[in-house]
């Protein structure tokens, strides 16, 4: 069945620095991929997603792109700040309405 | 305001009780979706129904039973409830019609503690 995997968490990084979390899926067919953010005592919230090979999704700052060759959705930020401190989520979606989550990476970011 | 919401936000009750979850959504969508989060962060799909119709049934025990009124409303029911029932139900929806990939929207979630 699909499944994905996301790098374990939690990633701690200072305010400005880089960021990458890493996503890679099991799926049949073409899945749609995802990026999903929970804020503390929140439901989760799509950050963006991307839908066939190639594409890269984007916003707030926040890329990703579908690359069909390593099967990957890696989240990346170029300066993160201490609101963006959330925990993120790869889903894809590929059979029939279901969408599958990865285990969730918590990111805190401390000035 | 435009949302999905669920109720009660929290849920306290002993093993062996029956207890339900609420969730509508204004939305105007029409698939609507029950997640289980654990206390890892872990999502597992539960239930899901398209225009009150049951479209996904994951391996989940047969004392959680969803109940579909009509397409804004998706209703979970736990019967006989033990500690390991104890996560937080999120409930979701999307709008099959907008789009295949049309994302889901969630509601706060239910937080339930089954002492």
């Known amino acids: 069945g699909d499944s994905v995997t996301q790098m374990e968490g939690p990633v701690t990084l200072s305010e400005e620095a880089f960021l990458t979390i890493n996503c890679t899926y099991t799926?049949?067919?073409?899945?749609?991929l995802f990026w999903y953010v929970q804020y503390p005592g929140e439901g989760l919230q799509l950050l963006l997603k991307?839908?066939?090979?190639?594409d890269k999704g984007s916003n707030k700052g926040f890329e990703a792109t579908y690359r069909k060759e390593t099967t990957s959705f890696h989240l990346e930020k170029g300066s993160v700040q201490v609101s963006d401190s959330a925990v993120y989520f790869c889903?894809?979606?590929?059979?029939?309405?279901?969408?599958?989550f990865g285990t969730g990476t918590k990111l805190q970011v401390i000035p | 305001d435009t949302a999905v919401s669920q109720t009660p936000k929290y849920l306290v009750t002993q093993m062996g009780n029956d207890k339900s979850i609420k969730c509508e959504q204004n939305?105007?969508?029409?698939?609507m979706y029950w997640y289980k989060q654990d206390s890892k962060k872990f999502l597992k799909i539960m239930f899901s129904?398209?225009?009150?119709?049951?479209?996904i049934n994951e391996t989940v025990p047969n004392r959680f039973s969803p109940k579909s009124p009509d397409k804004a409303h998706l209703n979970l029911h736990i019967n006989s409830l033990e500690l390991g029932d104890s996560a937080v139900y999120f409930c979701?929806?999307?709008?099959?019609?907008?789009?295949?990939?049309?994302?889901?929207?969630f509601g706060n979630g239910t937080r339930l503690t089954v002492t």
């Open positions: 979701a929806s999307r709008n099959l019609l907008d789009s295949y990939n049309s994302p889901l929207h």
């Open positions: 799926a049949t067919g073409y899945p749609s």
């Open positions: 991307a839908t066939k090979a190639d």
């Open positions: 889903a894809l979606k590929g059979g029939y309405q279901k969408v599958t």
């Open positions: 939305l105007g969508h029409d698939t």
């Open positions: 129904y398209n225009n009150k119709e049951l479209i």
